[in-house]
């Protein structure tokens, strides 16, 4: 999925890992770098800046090539970019989330790494626990307008992982309470790879002005839990996801053509799911998307 940032990239291999939940699987980000096509609501960046001694200029231009990088932010415990349409995406790492039992180095141990690109960031590491509880929340003020938003987990289980046979839950909840939920049988996870999980999508509207909350929790089971890193929670806008649902609208082409057209001419974010149940059993890419006109240009959700 693209129009995120160039820290993330993955390697083709890494993009091929799938672990499957609820009618979905979770999947990675292209993280393609992008000058904005829009200038940043300046409530935003000048926020921003203040809280990065390194960006000197606040000449609009060299904030915008500066942003669509990222940058982190309230002591790295955040990282804000613009992807290429000009739309507000964050992360919160490890350390912004409410992690219960991490202030016991016994259960959960909190440490500095460079991972995926991003240098000394911290991230969680679960040595034993019963009970798995993880909290975030972001005010929906900084987020883009009219724009679709996915909030996800990156998290990956070490070789030496246990305990994971209860599904995990992963819940986001919106503005009014309404929430999405989803489960995870992580025990069919490749070990040692990092995987992109859902917790849920929205779009940014007067409907859902205010806070967003967003979990990831398994404590029903009572097993105890060994071996889940948590690298961070982004919240990432203009994304187009996969539905096999009804008659949901479906692209089936041979692998990579209609992706690298799409993907050149409306420089959307799109997911591509593998699938081999077509006829002859061929290997296929399959599309999928839904839009609506929001603002004047098209957005994706």
Known sequence: MGNVMTELERNSKQQSSRAEYHDAKPTRHDHTPATPKKSLPESTWVAIIKDNNFIKSTQQQKVNEILSKGVYWDSRKKKYWVDGNGNNCFMIFANGLKITWSDNPNY?????K???GDENITIAQLRNVAWLEVHGKFNTEDLTQGVWYE?????KLERTSYGWEVPVNFKLTLPGDKSQNYKLNMKDMDKEKWFEIR???FMISKDNEGVIQFSLFEYDGGSWKRGLIIKVCGCV?????LELEGDAVVIAVVAGLLKRRL????????RWEECSGFSGGEEIVVAGFWWQVAGGRWGCG
């Open 108 to 112: 959960w141990y909190l440490q500095k």
């Open 114 to 116: 460079s991972e995926l």
């Open 151 to 155: 909030v996800w987990f990156i998290v």
């Open 199 to 201: 917790a849920g999508k």
């Open 237 to 241: 806008g203009g994304v187009v996801w």
């Open 263 to 270: 993907e050149m001419e409306v420089g959307a974010a799109w």
